[in-house]
């Protein structure tokens, strides 16, 4: 006989397996356009029509973002939120299904983190919760979140500060992988900064004493900052990129340069005292070229809260789906994606399964058995960052990895790109929208999980009372800094 939990799955699954084909025909749609960070108005317009069209009340435009947008169905019980994202990579264009690197559009976007897939899964859970409760007569609220620009510029931050998040009970979210795991964290706060040095241009050889040079501002803050590396706790991470050189010609002093800048940490007060230290190095360089400093805050976001109380129950709801088999046919493209990585993409991989298993792989290099449950480290080196963070800080919050991908596919890279509409990956995308969804209801059916995850959340020193966005209280919204 069946349990509960049981027939809870199979309801879920069987609702989204009678929509797949919808569900794919709008990841592809996302996929074929993609679009960088706060210009995703294509990939809104199509996920925020299709909630719309699935009976959900769509408000579009949300905390001031044009490509931000909530779907809402239900008026009574907890609110549960749905994350989901569908920005792209700039420079990432590339073919799909083919494997070998070939642009679609030369330096144009592409989905390289696997974001078409993100957000349709999301939205496949909501809509999943949503027919649940209308055929079992089950109070509570589900609701959407079309979250744009996660690579950098971290919507959901301003999304929280706006106070979109104030009566949501918990949420929930996941991220394409070549595993099937918890992603648990932790992740690493970050603070997205551009610096821009102003000073005088004149010509390099006929009157070099009356130029001022924004190029040497940003080439002095960069040595400034690549020797306080030094002095700065292991886990933390400072990058740069020159995004303006201020022209090229060297026989003009440059009058206007600039560098962005990325600081992350394990917690969001490392990261803001590890930027303030930034922002007095890019002072002093500013006054070493007699120019003018000034920057911008591009994004930012916080450290991830594990909940582990919704994790063992989300890791309990993938143990008991069944991942779509994989084809021969599937296995065999997989094989020829895993061909393209290189040595060291291969050896990481490697060190996350271990050896015999992926000699294993090396043969059938698509996952379907779920990493077991362990409870996530409070430090980990070299971790990357998300926006979720910040909705972590204000309900409990849990997310999940799909496989999507060949086994070792490095994100942001065009393998990632060209397998965005496989088969494979979509049967990943509707295995985390099915995961969700399961857990979802679980806790909608159970109202002590919430009441031991907001302990929880609370035990861990978190809690919004304790929440202090990174984002300074001045700051403009994305929209109005878009670039």
Known sequence: MKTDENKVTSQI??????????????SDQIWQTPEIRFEEEKSAAYSSDFMEQQGFQVERGVAGIPTAFVANFGNSGPVIAILGEYDALPGLSQKAGVTEYIPVETSGAGHGCGHNLLGVGAMAAAVAVKEYLVKNNLEGTIRYYGCPAEESGYAKTYMVKAGLFDDVAASFSWHPHYSNSLFHGPSLAVIHATFTFKGKSSHASASPELGRSALDAVELMNVGANYMR????????????ITNTGGKSPNVVQQEAEVSYFVRAPHAEQARALFKRLNKIAEGAALMTETKMTYRIEGACSNLVQNSVLDKLLHKNMQELQQDGFTEEEIELSKKYYATLNEDDKAFAAQLVGKKRSEELAERPLIHEITPYIEAPEYRKGAGSTDVGAVSWVTPTAQLTAATWTYGTPFHTWQVVSQGKTTYAKKGMLFAGKAIASTVIDVLRKPEVLEDAVKELYEREAGSENYQSLLPEEQELPSLIKN
């Open 230 to 241: 030094e002095h700065m706790i292991d886990e933390a991470r400072v990058h740069y990129a």
């Open 13 to 26: 699954e069987a609702i989204i397996e009678e929509k797949r084909e919808a569900f794919f025909n709008v």
